[in-house]
């Protein structure tokens, strides 16, 4: 098992080797969530020659502490509550509304930055690969999964280089296949797993 990688290119290669049974399927597509799954994302729809596209979905920062997730959203109106951050710091509900309005309509912002005028993405009946660079608490996969189920995936898996060991536990049941190459304990964060974790 890697101890870190050298950046979102290396891990994606590397992710790649662990998806390579869906090479060359026609009802394939990777996406990426913008904006560090979308490097590793290249990565791996460039090996599997797939196509490849992105699901945007905004994490709900805490305030005061915009890094920390109490929360994300997704396109289709899905939100994601992390119940032990909201209930721990005790965030009100007209809090946690006053920030999904603000992310909302930054949702819909980079949704035309980086689909254009493209028509809503498709994936029923595909088998979905979706891509981020890693997962700590989960909220932001957590909203992106709830929302491409509701669009009925043949087949749903979720490929990140790292994970939370906790975190994947508890959001393998939800999908057909989680893959991780690494799930290091204790979990220090996404960017301890990177040498070079710039965006």
């Known amino acids: 098992m890697r101890e870190i990688f050298r950046n979102r290119i290396e891990a994606g290669q590397l992710l790649a080797g662990k998806l390579m049974r869906y090479a060359n399927q026609p009802n394939v597509i990777v996406l990426g969530l913008p ?3 979308v490097p590793v994302a290249f990565g791996v729809a460039k090996a599997l020659r797939v196509p490849l ?3 945007v979905v905004r994490k709900l920062g805490t305030p005061g502490r915009r890094e920390l997730a109490m929360g994300a959203i997704a396109t289709g109106g899905v939100r ?3 119940e032990e951050v909201v209930v721990g710091l005790g ?3 007209e809090v946690i509304d006053a920030v999904t309005a ?3 309509q930054e ?3 980079r949704e035309l930055a980086y689909r254009g005028s493209y ?3 498709e994936v029923r009946g595909k088998t979905v690969i979706l891509i981020d660079d890693g997962i700590a608490t989960g909220s932001t996969v957590r909203a992106a999964v709830r929302a491409l189920n509701a669009q009925h995936p043949a087949r749903f898996i979720v490929a990140v280089p790292t ?3 906790s975190t994947y536990r508890e959001l393998r049941p939800e999908v057909d296949e989680l893959v991780a190459l690494m799930r290091p304990e204790p979990f220090y964060g996404v960017g301890a797993s990177y040498k070079d974790f710039t965006r």
């Open 35 to 37: 904006r560090g799954g």
């Open 53 to 55: 596209d992105v699901f």
């Open 80 to 82: 994601v509550l992390n």
């Open 91 to 93: 965030i009100p509900i």
């Open 102 to 104: 603000e992310e909302k």
């Open 107 to 109: 949702l819909k912002r």
């Open 119 to 121: 028509s809503e993405l």
């Open 163 to 165: 994970a939370a060991e």
